[in-house]
């Protein structure tokens, strides 16, 4: 029995060092976790100021060409990354208390720096806060320089918040739901550029945010959510991320939100080139419908221009001069289409040179009309010079055409292959999120077979530990020999066998609570109690040869063994004895 107790005490003891390894290494591991999310903010905005300082616009945004990190944000992010590092860096350690209050007034810092922005967007007003310490001189019209975007603002409120109310337990729940808003922001925003959703970060509705900011607000809000869990009380969270069935399901939903997320950016690539594709072919098909209008202008030019020269009909004066701005405007109109690319640009030019050639060669006839009357200019026509400029004309307007053909059918193409791929992407992520969940399901069941498995172990474990406890229960209780059980802290009677409460006329349910000094007279009460702590202090059996004790039948001399036992390491100690009569 004793060698059954010392092998599950022992499994215990591993058991319990295993856990306290893994706790150890979850909490060294969120604390790095903490002061990473601390420093990276830190060192954006930092990079931020500084190309603020050196006019480096790189710098500020991070990506060239990309929106910039506005200064008094950077500051905000200063703010915010250093109370974070002063509120984790001294986390267990006794010391001065001067550190987290510091850190919940740069914590009050960055809301009050949010919600002034926000009322400024609100209510309209000017706080002259937006260039209070760096004049910027980088926006464009209609913008106001220096002021954060009201994502910005908001995000920056909810970190601040949760960085005040980080110390104060009482208020763990707001300090999450703040920390998880701001994440939030900054996820939506980091994935609106990771997936270059141009018309999702413009200023349609408000200005946009750097991707260097949303970055930041994302690591930001993790940082602070993971810091309420290594200052929670009992370490309730800790214990949670220490169960096997938490730590799949959190690894995946990690792993599903990550995978549907490149998915999702893939089908969203694919269904706005899938988009731009439809709106160029639109335009290439306009612009060859454009064309045709220009050609049936251009016919009706020479129409009236032919009809003025040739009959000299009254009237025709004012209809050739309207043909012809309608002419000019059909010219501007076609070449100043976008869709053709700079490829095309020649043969654009050479249209735009043949139209106005046809136009002046077209005008020098009727101004010849006017000058030297109808003859000369019917024998200006019969000359050919507009029927060459016509021939040229048409020659551009068949090479323009050409190439609005093959743009046409390359664009074609390329809207089939979208639309494959957008289908391709969509399957995908649907494919990947079976496959999540599928492997989320599989890992589940896997635990709890698992763990019902252990559970019938511990039962059946538990039946054999019970059937051999009655066993002995009834081993001891039979015996010929009295055996009595003293609990060591007050040497209150545990229980006596079946031989002992024939010896001393008292029950189990009489003895069980009782001390000496309820059955026997001081004296004698004093001289087992003095016996008792000396064998629990020498730790040893003794054996006591002759030992006296009143019983109902008179004085009995007894032969007792006081024996020492321990129910389990670093417990109370049981004093036991077997006496003989």
């Not at 959703?197 to 946009?208: C, F, G, H, I």
């Not at 096997?244 to 998915?263: D, H, Q, R, Y």
């Not at 494959?420 to 992520?429: G, K, M, Q, S």
């Not at 004085?555 to 109370?572: D, E, F, G, M, Y």
């Amino acid at each position: 029995m004793s060698a059954q107790q010392a092998s599950k005490s022992s499994g215990t003891g591993l058991a319990a060092s295993a856990t306290w390894r893994h706790y150890r290494l979850v909490r060294s591991g969120s604390a790095a976790l903490v002061r990473t999310c601390g420093v990276v903010p830190v060192l954006l905005a930092l990079l931020a100021l500084l190309g603020w300082a050196l006019d480096l616009p790189r710098l500020r945004s991070g990506i060239p060409g990309a929106v910039e990190m506005k200064a008094n944000t950077a500051f905000g992010l200063v703010f915010a990354g250093s109370a974070l590092l002063l509120l984790t860096l001294r986390d267990g350690r006794p010391g001065d208390r001067a550190w987290p209050r510091v850190a919940q007034a740069l914590g009050l810092a960055v809301a009050l720096l949010g919600l002034a922005t926000a009322a400024q967007y609100v209510f309209d007003v000017e706080l002259h806060i937006d260039q209070a310490l760096v004049r910027d001189y980088s926006v464009g019209p209609g913008r106001i320089p220096g002021r954060m975007s009201p994502y910005s603002a908001a995000a920056l409120s909810f970190l601040g918040i949760a960085l005040a109310t980080l110390p104060v337990r009482r208020l763990r729940t707001l300090t999450r739901g703040c920390a998880a808003v701001a994440a939030t922001i900054g996820l939506v925003l980091f994935t609106v550029h990771a997936w270059g959703a141009v018309n999702l970060r413009t200023d349609e509705w408000a200005p946009p945010i750097a991707f260097t900011t949303a970055s930041a607000f994302l690591v930001l809000g993790v940082g602070i959510w993971t810091a309420t869990h290594r200052f929670a009380p009992g370490q309730r969270s800790l214990r949670v991320l220490l169960d096997p069935i938490e730590l799949k399901i959190m690894g995946s939903f990690i792993g599903a939100i990550a995978a549907l997320t490149t998915v999702g950016g893939l089908v969203y690539g694919a269904a706005a080139e899938y988009s731009r594709e439809i709106q160029r072919l639109g335009q290439i098909r306009q612009m060859r419908a454009d064309l045709t209008e220009l050609y049936a202008t251009v016919a009706d030019a020479v129409f009236v221009q032919r009809t003025l020269v040739l009959s000299d009909t009254a009237g025709d004066d004012g209809r050739w001069e309207a043909q012809r701005r309608e002419l000019e405007r059909e010219r501007r109109l076609l070449v100043s289409y976008p869709v053709l690319g700079d490829a095309a640009r020649p043969a654009v030019e050479a249209l735009d040179r043949a139209v106005r050639g046809l136009s002046e060669v077209l005008q020098e006839a009727v101004d010849l009309r006017g000058r030297e009357g109808a003859e000369a200019a019917r024998a200006f026509v019969r000359s050919g010079r507009d029927a060459a400029a016509m021939a040229e004309l048409r020659g551009a307007m068949a090479h323009i055409d050409s190439i609005g053909r093959a743009e046409e059918e390359s664009s074609a193409r390329l809207l089939r292959d979208g639309r494959e791929r957008t289908v391709a992407f969509t399957v995908l992520a649907l494919v990947l999120a079976a496959l999540v969940l599928g492997a989320v399901f599989v890992a589940i069941r896997r635990e709890i077979t698992k763990r019902a498995g252990a559970e019938r172990a511990l039962r059946r474990r538990s039946s054999e530990a019970t059937a051999a406890n009655r066993f002995l229960e009834s081993l001891v209780h039979n015996i010929p020999h009295m055996i009595f059980v003293k609990d060591a802290r007050d040497l209150r009677f545990v229980r006596i066998n079946r031989a002992g409460e024939r010896l001393t006329g008292l029950t189990q349910a009489a003895i069980a609570g009782k001390s000496d000094h309820d059955f026997f007279p001081p004296e004698e009460a004093d001289f087992f109690v003095a016996k008792d702590r000396a064998v629990l202090a020498s730790k040893e059996v003794v054996d006591i040869s002759e030992e006296e004790i009143l019983t109902p039948d008179g004085v009995r001399l007894l032969h007792t063994k006081k024996i020492p036992c321990w129910t389990r390491p670093a417990s109370r100690p049981t004093c036991s004895a077997s006496p003989r009569t």
